[in-house]
C-alpha cells in the first residue's frame, strides 16, 4: 500500500507529512516453548492473562528472531499498563542445552499445528488435522484420539462420535500394552472418558424416543392405534351398549346408496 504524499504549505520550505491512518486491530497467535525458556513462558502467559497486550502496540518484529511490545506509558507509574501476577524483568534463560538440542521431529510440527488451529477456534481444521493424526502409529494415535474426542464432545457436541473416536484410541492403547509398550496415563483418561459418554449418550436416548418426528407442512399428524386386544375390547363394549338402547347391531342401509330407504327415514 502507497504512503499518501506530502503536502508543502505556503511560506513553509519543509513538507508537511501526510497524517497517518488509524492502525488497524488484527489477532496475533504465539506457540510458546516452555522447553526452551519456562520462566519467561510463564510471564507471558500471566501477562496475556490480564490482558496486557491489548491495544499495545509491536515496535519490533523480526522472522525467526524476535517480536517486541511497548507501553507508550511504561515510564511512567500511573499511567502504566497492570502487569498483574507477572514480573517486569527476568534473568535471561541462555544455558539449555539438553532443550536446544530436541530435534523438530515431523511428529511434533504435527502436533503444533493441530495445537495451534484448535486455539485460535478453526475447529473443523482442527478435527481433519487430529484426525489424520490417529492413523499414526505409536503414542500419537492415542493423543490425537484424546483431542478429537474433545473436540467433538466439547466444541461440535457430538458424543457420538467422541465416544467412536475414544474407544478406538482405547484399542489403540491397548495394542501398545500388549506388545511392552504401556500407557497407563493415557488407557485411565480414555477410559473415564469412555464411561463418560456412555452415561450421557444413554441419557440422552429416551428424549429422543419421546421426540415425534418432523411432519411435512400441512399434513395431519398421525394418530397412534390402539393395541388389537384393546381394539376388540373397545368393540364388545359398544355392542353392549347398543344392546342395551335398543340401537341397531349393524348399521342400516344408506340412504345414498339405497333409494328405498330414503322414504322410510323420511317417514
Not at 40 to 61: E, K, Q, T, W
Not at 150 to 179: F, N, Q, S, W, Y
Request: with cysteine.
Amino acid at each position: 500500500m502507497r504512503a499518501p504524499a506530502a503536502t508543502l504549505q505556503a511560506g513553509s520550505t519543509r513538507p508537511t507529512p501526510a497524517p497517518r491512518a488509524a492502525p488497524s486491530r488484527s489477532r496475533c497467535a504465539t506457540l510458546p516453548a516452555p522447553a526452551f525458556a519456562p520462566l519467561h513462558v510463564a510471564n507471558v502467559v500471566m501477562l496475556a492473562g490480564v490482558r496486557y497486550f491489548d491495544g499495545i502496540p509491536i515496535v519490533r518484529s523480526q522472522d525467526n528472531y524476535v517480536v517486541q511490545w511497548a507501553d507508550p506509558d511504561g515510564e511512567s507509574p500511573e499511567k502504566a499498563k497492570p502487569l498483574g501476577s507477572a514480573k517486569p524483568r527476568l534473568q535471561a534463560e541462555l544455558d539449555r542445552p539438553a532443550a536446544f538440542a530436541a530435534p523438530w521431529s515431523e511428529e511434533r510440527l504435527f502436533l503444533d499445528r493441530a495445537r495451534v488451529l484448535r486455539r485460535l477456534g478453526r475447529i473443523d481444521e482442527a478435527c481433519a488435522a487430529w484426525s489424520s493424526l490417529t492413523a499414526s502409529p505409536g503414542r500419537l494415535a492415542v493423543v490425537a484420539a484424546i483431542e478429537l474426542a474433545k473436540l467433538r464432545e466439547h466444541r461440535l457436541r457430538d458424543p457420538v462420535g467422541a465416544l467412536e473416536i475414544a474407544t478406538r484410541g482405547l484399542a489403540t492403547a491397548e495394542r501398545r500394552r500388549r506388545i511392552g509398550r504401556p500407557e497407563p496415563a493415557l488407557e485411565a483418561n480414555l477410559e473415564r472418558r469412555i464411561e463418560r459418554l456412555r452415561r450421557r449418550v444413554a441419557a440422552a436416548r429416551p428424549r429422543s424416543r419421546m421426540r415425534p418426528a418432523p411432519q411435512a407442512e400441512g399434513a395431519s399428524a398421525p394418530q397412534p392405534s390402539a393395541p388389537p386386544v384393546r381394539r376388540a375390547a373397545a368393540a364388545d363394549m359398544r355392542r353392549r351398549i347398543a344392546s342395551r338402547v335398543g340401537t341397531e347391531a349393524m348399521p342400516g342401509p344408506s340412504t345414498n346408496s339405497d333409494a328405498a330407504a330414503a322414504p322410510r327415514s323420511r317417514s
